[in-house]
């Protein structure tokens, strides 16, 4: 802990990378920064930090971030924090270059879940599969220390964007969301079914989580069904809506206890009643642009029927 002379100093050489002094307010500046390194306390590393927001300076800028890296490179937590808090808060892409060739990551509570939440965003928008491996390997990491953003943070990579890297990790460590409703997709989009079927033994869950989610995560929700247990789940939601008295509603359970339909999709396709209904196939095909025959027009209907069904 500081003295009250110590902060007293570090207070005057805050202010001095700020000096205006005609002639000398350079080195003044410069000095501040050499200084700052020597003290090597997290004030400090924030004062350098700082600069970027307070100080047009780039001699200044380039000083300090260098000070920065070199303190981390060294193991010192309070360099690491800044350069985590340049990536986050000024979205420096020195900053994030350095924080992710050396997997830095905030112990601060509040800035590490802001933090998650930018490495998520850059992967999402990055084709860079280098940043791809190092933002994963940072996410692991915190995860791995039971920081529940992070464990959120690949779930969702997996659910949402069906993450190869993540879905690995995911299955390895068995994460799963908060949420139930993406805990289920998680189960249904990971193959996991007892312990889907342990969670949703109603299938209410599946039915909410399919009318929240885009055309596109249904698609994936429909094919994963298919081809495991949940097939019988999504025939049960087809006998559910019969017993509505809908027509539409019975025409489909009648389809889904169905053993064989053939489609128009460039083939016969056998499907075992215990495996899918038609109400799946009309899903993937309408997702995926192709004709259907009459009959199989009026089950795709009624796909997006039970899409928007409450």
């Known amino acids: 802990m500081q003295n009250s002379r110590e902060i007293n100093d570090l ?5 001095r990378l700020h000096s205006q002094t005609p002639l000398i307010g350079w080195e003044l500046r410069r ?36 000070v920065l890296q070199n303190l981390a490179a060294e193991g010192n937590a309070g360099a690491q924090e800044a350069l985590c808090r340049l990536m986050v808060a000024h979205q420096h892409p ?4 350095i924080v ?12 590490r879940a ?47 964007y069906h993450h190869p890297l993540a879905r690995e990790i995911v299955l390895a460590a068995q994460y799963a969301p908060r949420d139930p409703l993406q805990r289920a997709l998680l189960y249904i989009l990971t193959a996991q079914w007892d312990k889907y079927e342990q969670l949703d033994f109603d299938h209410h869950l ?3 989580a ?28 087809c006998r559910r809506r019969a017993t509505r008295g809908s027509d539409d509603g019975r025409r489909l359970a009648g389809h889904a206890g169905s053993a064989e339909q053939t489609w128009g999709m460039g083939g016969a396709v056998a499907v075992g009643a215990d495996r899918a209904c038609d109400l799946e196939y009309a899903a993937v095909a309408a997702a995926e ?9 009026d089950r795709a209907d009624g796909v997006y029927e039970f899409g928007a069904a409450g």
């Open 11 to 15: 207070k005057k050489l805050i202010a």
């Open 31 to 66: 000095m501040a920064v050499n200084a700052l390194a020597k003290n090597g306390s997290p004030e400090a590393m924030d004062a350098l930090a700082d600069v970027f927001s307070h100080s047009a300076d780039q001699r200044v800028h380039q000083m300090a971030l260098e």
């Open 94 to 97: 020195l900053a994030r270059e």
């Open 100 to 111: 992710l060739a050396a997997q830095y990551a905030p112990h601060d509570p509040k800035q």
């Open 114 to 160: 802001r933090f998650v939440n930018t490495l998520t965003e850059i992967l999402i928008h990055s084709a860079d599969s280098k940043v791809h491996r190092s933002i994963i390997r940072i996410l692991t990491k915190i995860a791995e220390e039971g920081r529940l953003e992070a464990q959120e943070a690949l779930c969702r990579l997996v659910i949402e």
């Open 206 to 208: 599946l039915r909410t």
């Open 210 to 237: 399919y009318n929240a989610v885009d055309k596109k995560l249904q698609k994936r929700i429909v094919v994963s069904a298919r081809q495991g247990r949940a097939g019988r789940s999504v025939s049960v939601v």
């Open 289 to 297: 642009g192709n004709e259907l025959d009459a009959g199989a027009s």
